[in-house]
Nanobody
Framework: QVQLVESGGGLVQPGGSLRLSCAAS????????MGWYRQAPGKQRELVAA???????RYADSVKGRFTISRDNAKNTVYLQMNSLKPEDTAVYYC?????????WGQGTQVTVSS
């Protein structure tokens, strides 16, 4: 069984920063990629950023230049550094683990950007 534990969400003022973490544990084999999605109220879940096992990254256009995804392969952990946060970044952020056998989602962590 695979578990994903997310942390780092919260309330921040516009222009502020947050760092999300997602630690994977359990029977994990052959990780292909890890990433972050988000879902705002009334909207579909969307990709924020992803990183492959080889370190290749991709970002949503809306976060390029502000967010940085990274991973610690030894700890099976992925991070999302979010800078220059905007109110439109407010959403529940979900971690995704992609393996050769299955995809796994975290429980989600709320990020609220408001003054």
């Amino acid at each position: 069984q695979v578990q994903l534990v997310e942390s780092g969400g919260g309330l921040v003022q516009p222009g502020g920063s947050l760092r999300l973490s997602c630690a994977a544990s359990g029977s994990i084999f052959s990780i292909n990629a890890m990433g972050w999605y988000r879902q705002a109220p009334g909207k579909q879940r969307e990709l924020v950023a992803a990183i492959s096992s080889g370190g290749d990254t991709r970002y949503a256009d809306s976060v390029k230049g502000r967010f940085t995804i990274s991973r610690d392969n030894a700890k099976n952990t992925v991070y999302l550094q979010m800078n220059s946060l905007k109110p439109e970044d407010t959403a529940v952020y979900y971690c995704l683990l992609v393996t050769t056998s299955n995809d796994y989602w975290g429980q989600g962590t709320q990020v609220t950007v408001s003054s």
